[in-house]
């Protein structure tokens, strides 16, 4: 047999082990030894000098010492941590309050919770056995259909994987020689587009049939207002904002209520009249980072290399012309910028014409439950993507913060914590042990002329860049059905990889392809694992063959996400060539 067919049969073989249930890692390395023995042998050298014990050694230094793997210990560190000492329940009671009116408004809830803790954890299992545990059973009772019921649960808990941080573009920043920071920006708009477009169909599928979702009785919409709050309208004012505004200036009569059995003292009262300014805060903030970054920081950075680069030139130098940021945005930004500062505006004002006493405990239990997460993933991820710190110094402070808010809320003890690093400690080291047998494995496939072969076979179909997209696609598509995403992006996203430039691909969006299309790796059976993360607490009526078909639809968005990005490729590549440029 000559050596590109054992390589052809060694990637066979990778498949067929792994659909068997023998471990990754070391099947990797198992086959990898054992070909690479084949290949490297001389029978005029003792088989003890076998060159493939020296690549094993090569690439395993290699793999220990990839400086984009450090930041995975420490962002799984903070998942584990998040899962342990987390407040789901409290979160998803207020949002499901905040969302009471629309249709579905139980399945909508899950879905934002399922996508705001993805994101906070990154643990696609964590996230789908929480949410299995706590929003599962509460729609089921409330009539919905089982189909609605699981699919919204095991699709919104993949959505951690994809958007930042995420463990996955890590892993395949590290595969393909790709900067994190550039990946996690890509990724960003995606992410939320396909949330977007799974809650686009949840509310679309209950107003066109109402029988799936029926609307929830009165007792489980009806917002409980303390009685202290009832008693400031009375002194006050019907608004709350004008109620707390009031008791600022004059607080006697405020200070006559009871807040959790204790008076009600200057500061109680003006802690509620900061809750009070959320919405006025958050719109602030939001316009002010924008047009801070956008307007501000982008015009100091180009004057201050312009000037580097006249003093570079010398004084006798002809002036360049100007750049696209020292000239400032283009017209159409200040515009967009006008709208949204409009629209916010007049979101922000309705919130305070119509803040009566259950608005205002709807916002004081979104502040509490969603505000302390909300702030720590912002913080995470903007200083990555505003280029102030690394994507390991990021994991750094969101480890801390998780640690810093399991805490504050009292839920960590030291059992839970030894559970949160014993379990960071197994993942790291199934990962680096993913990256030596992946590392082996395509060193070996290459020199026994494996990678050579497919690439010949590829570039001879003479495909357009489109056709091996969606070649390229497709086939990684149906590798999610018997494959996890760890297996396609340490074995088979490789093999695609040195052919991106033939074909002019930018390996940035299809790569962000990649971790769209591996959603349907978590829906599709017969190892669709959130379905069986899913199973393991749902009641017992409940079939996995309906977990399955509650699953199916989210798989055509999918598709149909990929190919909205494919024909608009901006919503990918917009944010990280505008950040760090093309």
């Not at 802690?271 to 959320?278: D, G, R, T």
């Not at 719109?283 to 015009?299: D, E, K, M, P």
Request: glycine share 8%; aromatic share 12%; hydrophobic share 55%.
């Amino acid at each position: 047999m000559s050596d590109p067919a054992l390589g052809l049969l060694m990637l066979a073989l990778i498949v067929v082990v792994i659909m068997m249930g023998f471990a990754t890692a070391f099947t990797l390395m198992g086959l990898g030894m054992f070909f690479g023995f084949i290949a490297f042998y001389d029978p005029s050298h003792h088989w003890t000098q076998n060159k493939v014990f020296e690549l094993m050694v090569q690439r395993t230094y290699g793999a220990m010492t990839n400086d984009v793997l450090i930041s995975i210990p420490l962002f799984v560190l903070m998942g584990y941590v998040m899962e342990r000492g987390a407040l789901v329940d409290k979160m998803f009671y207020s949002i499901q309050l905040a969302f009471r009116r629309l249709p579905a408004s139980l399945a909508v809830a899950t879905l934002i919770v399922c996508t705001f803790w993805g994101i906070a954890s990154g643990l696609v299992g964590a996230v789908v056995v929480l949410m299995g545990v706590i929003a599962f059973n509460p729609m089921l009772r409330a009539g919905y259909d089982v189909k609605l019921a699981s699919g919204v649960i095991t699709a919104g808990g993949t959505l951690g994987i994809l958007i930042p941080p995420s463990v996955m573009i890590i892993v395949y920043a590290a595969v393909a020689g790709q900067s994190v920071v550039k990946l996690y920006a890509a990724a960003m708009l995606p992410g939320f587009f396909l949330a977007f477009l799974y809650l686009v169909y949840i509310v679309g599928w209950a107003m066109i049939n109402p029988k799936i979702a029926p609307p929830l009785p009165e007792e489980q919409t009806r917002v409980n207002v303390p009685d202290w709050i009832k008693s400031l309208q009375a002194f006050y004012s019907p608004n709350l904002f004008v109620a707390l505004s009031k008791a600022l200036v004059s607080p006697a009569q405020a200070k006559k209520l009871e807040i959790d059995g204790k008076p009600m003292g200057y500061g109680a009262i003006a802690q509620n009249f900061v809750i009070s300014l959320v919405p006025f805060l958050f719109t602030a903030i939001t316009l002010g980072t924008i047009w801070w970054y956008v307007v501000i920081h982008q015009q100091a950075a180009a004057g201050s290399g312009a000037v580097e680069g006249l003093q570079q030139l010398g004084s006798a130098a002809a002036t360049p012309e100007p750049t696209d940021a020292e000239k400032g945005p283009p017209t159409q930004f200040y515009i967009g910028f006008a709208i949204t500062a409009l629209l916010m505006a007049a979101w922000s004002l309705r919130s305070y014409l119509r803040m009566d006493g259950e608005r205002f405990e709807v916002l004081r239990l979104l502040t509490s439950s969603v505000m302390p997460l909300g702030i720590l993933t912002v913080v995470v991820l903007g200083v990555i993507l505003f280029g102030i710190t690394t994507a390991t110094e990021s994991a750094g402070v969101g480890a801390a913060g998780a640690f810093i808010l399991a805490f504050h809320a009292r839920t960590l003890n030291w059992k839970r914590t030894k559970e949160a690093v014993f379990l960071t400690a197994k993942t790291t080291a199934m990962v680096c042990w993913l990256f030596v047998g992946s590392a082996l494995f395509s060193a070996v496939f290459a020199i026994l002329g494996g990678q050579a072969l497919l690439e010949s076979w590829v570039l001879s179909l003479n495909m357009s860049p489109i056709q091996f997209m969606i070649l390229s696609q497709a086939i990684i598509f149906i590798l999610g059905w018997p494959l996890e995403w760890t297996e396609i992006i340490i074995i088979f996203v490789p093999i695609f990889l040195p052919m991106l430039k033939h074909f002019g691909i930018d390996p940035i969006l299809w790569g962000t392809l990649v971790f769209v299309n591996l959603q349907a790796a978590f829906l599709s059976p017969p190892v669709a694992m959130s379905a069986f993360y899913l199973k393991g607490v749902a009641p017992k009526h409940v079939t996995l063959n309906q977990i399955f078909s509650g699953m199916m639809p989210y798989m055509l968005i999918v598709i149909l996400c990929m190919v909205i990005m494919y024909l608009w490729p901006g919503m990918t590549l917009w944010l990280p060539n505008y950040l760090y440029g093309g």
